[in-house]
């Protein structure tokens, strides 16, 4: 037989993405040998790019229960009630656990954690480093543990294609490396870690490897997928014309720092009681309606923070001054921009999917912790715990041997693409106007049937590209089937929310 690959690996298991889901998972799962197989460099994709930080009741004033109330408060009603406790719960000791791989929290002089309150927090409980590189402290630290375990061997540059299947069960994965070598890896247990799918979006916060591979792998494979017309739209992204948008942390928010319009007029005192702290999906439509009217809106912060912005928010500080604004005294130009995905690959508790085999972790996986609109950081929270809990689940799971015969035929990750920058641009665009922060019904089927276009134009074999608008199909029909608002779903043929579709079939597998 000739094998359509030029080489095999083996392994205990795999994880595709190097994130901190994929690598706390990977970790946590010594001493079976995993691969891990990432797009880019193991310290890529939107981990580093998290700025905000990290929420856990750590203060003494303070509770998971607490911490519990206010994630379920901007849920719209669909968070799971058994993860979000799992999520709260397990917040302070996670945060011990990064503390002893060597994350440093920004920490006062007698060595007391500082705390930071993000929109939807009712008290500070946001952990952060380095004051607003939060992401990229916590990367520092899981790609120098994960260099060091022995039991981890990194594929970096490889682009992983499709899951394989033998027996009903998933029993590995095959990628393409940057050099165009085809690699089958082999292994009882696969972890998607893949992140979300902000690039599919013409305005993103995310990094432009977020193309939602992890989604549409396990989709083409039959797993199980939930809550996916849910897709958080960040309020506060530089509006300088970059792409990917830059983001000015809510944190800046939980500082003091104001939302005004053309006039300087504080207009968030007049949408919520919270203000600028109101959940994020009701500050990003309400910033969403004056640019759609034509207005501008600002993030003034020259009052809350002022001259101490290159101190306490060095990343944005020096992100504003290379598109020549200086925060410290002049306001900043936001507007909205795809941020996370709070649907994904349906998962129970352990990051188990449908599919046996299949575990999914961090924004590519759907617990339904987050419901319909997601907590100011509890992103990290989130892939840290529930890494963690699914590599565990991975080291204690009964192994079988993969004999990957009809492996070994479908292996053919398929040719490199060509360029398709000419479709993928269009996808981006049509996911902005039809499938974005307000949706409606015309446009979303308009949008579906441009899809289907678009994946016409798309040349054979599994790539970024087929992978976009896979998802965003996917999202565009979730968002079609529910004929109502809620957290980030909004319609603006059904504006408010609908009883009938107040409840959530449990999330897990
Ligand atoms: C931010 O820093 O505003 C983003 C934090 C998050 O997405 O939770």
Redesign the pocket.
Known sequence: MRYPFDRLIRADAVVVGSGIGGLTAALAMAPRRVLVITKGDPGGGSTPW????I?AAVAADDSPAEHAADTVSVGGGLNDPKAVKVLTSAAPERVAALEAIGVHFDADVEGHLLLGR??GHHRRR?LHSGG?A?GAEMMRALVRAAAGADHVETLPFAFAADLVTDGGRVAGVTARTDEGEKVLALAPAVVLATGGIGRLYANT?NPPEVTGDGLAMAARAGARLADLEFV?F?P?ALASGRDPMA???????GEGAVLVDDDGRRFMVEVHPDAELAP?DVVARAIWARLQAGGRVFLDATAAVGASFPERFPTVFSLCLEDGIDPQTQPVPVAPAA??HMGGVATDLEGRTSLPGLWAVGEVSCTGVHGAN???????LEATVFGHRAGQSVRAAAAPAVEATAAFAAADPGPAPGDVSGPVADLRRTMWDQVGLVRNGGGLTSALEHLDELALLLPFGASEARNMVDAGRLIARAALARPESRGAHYRSDFPAPDPAWAAREPVGA
């Open positions: 998290a700025q905000g930080g929420a993000e929109g946001v607003d939060t916060t958080q960040h506060t983001l000015l942390t809510e944190a800046l928010r994020r941020h996370y997601r907590l100011a950081s509890n992103s990290l």
